[in-house]
Every structure is written in C-alpha cells, then in structure tokens.
C-alpha cells in the first residue's frame, strides 16, 4: 500500500519563500529592488510566492506555483526564463530539465539557482546589448521539427 506523504506545512513553507528573498537579495547589487513579494496564504500544493525585483534595463521575477520554479529576465518587451538561458547559453549547467519541483524540494534548487545567477549572469542583469541581442534573437528563432514528416 502506498503511503500519502504529506505536504510541508505553510509555517515551514514560509521560512523556505524567506529564504528564497535572502537568496536573491544581491540583485541590489545590480540596481533591482524587491518592489512586489507575494507570499502562500494556504497550505495547497499549489499555493506559493512571487518576488518581482525591478531595475533598469532588466528587472527579475522569482516565482514558485503550482509546484513549479521559474526565474524570469525581463528587459525592455522580452521575457526570457532562466531554464531557456541555462540550456542555449550556458550548456544546461544546471543540469536541470525542467521546472518541476515539490515543496521539500525546492530549497535546495533555490540555492542552487541563485547562486548560479548571481555568479554567472552578471552581463545578464547588467544588460549587456550583445549578450540580450543574442538571447532574443535564440528565444525567437523558429525551432527545427524533428520526427517523421
């Protein structure tokens, strides 16, 4: 018989969005401020947190729903996730394949992830014209079908 885990309760959940917030604070460092910070008001799966940091030229979400992470790169219209940069730019030095996370999860991948940003995105989150021109034109390109006709 299979056991029912149960989740992370919402007090232990709020510790880990605390954490995500200090994790991702040294995009400070780069002009950014933590303008809107959406917390969990239940104990859902589902339920989960937001941080927007706002800068200029590029501005930051960092989200967690519906037991998925993602990281957003906004400059100007484009918004790119930080998966897409990982694979195309940096050779999935991740080693993630997807956004997919449960709560107990998802601590460690937030430490990962802020880590990776904040030591190997500096061009990024600078706005560097060259490093954004290439992103954009590889998130825009049309892609390769592969299979059968």
């Keep these: 018989m299979k056991e029912k885990l ?10 880990v969005c605390q954490e995500a917030k200090n994790n991702f604070f040294f995009l400070n460092d780069f002009g950014m401020k933590l303008v809107r910070e959406e917390l969990p008001a239940s104990n859902c799966f589902k339920d989960g947190f937001r941080l927007v940091y706002s800068g200029t030229p590029v501005s930051v979400d960092v989200e967690y729903y519906d037991c998925e992470f993602m990281i957003f790169f906004k400059r100007g219209e484009e918004k790119i996730p930080y998966l897409f940069i990982d694979h195309y730019l940096f050779s999935n030095q991740s080693g993630y394949a997807g956004v ?3 709560r107990e999860k998802v601590k460690g991948v937030i430490l990962k992830t802020s880590a990776d940003v904040q030591n190997n995105y500096t061009s990024i989150l600078r706005g560097d014209d060259d490093v954004w021109r290439k992103i954009t034109a590889l998130y825009h390109a049309p892609v390769a079908k592969k299979g059968l006709p």
């Design 6 to 15: 149960n989740p992370m309760p919402l007090d232990e959940f709020l510790v």
């Design 100 to 102: 997919m996370f449960a």
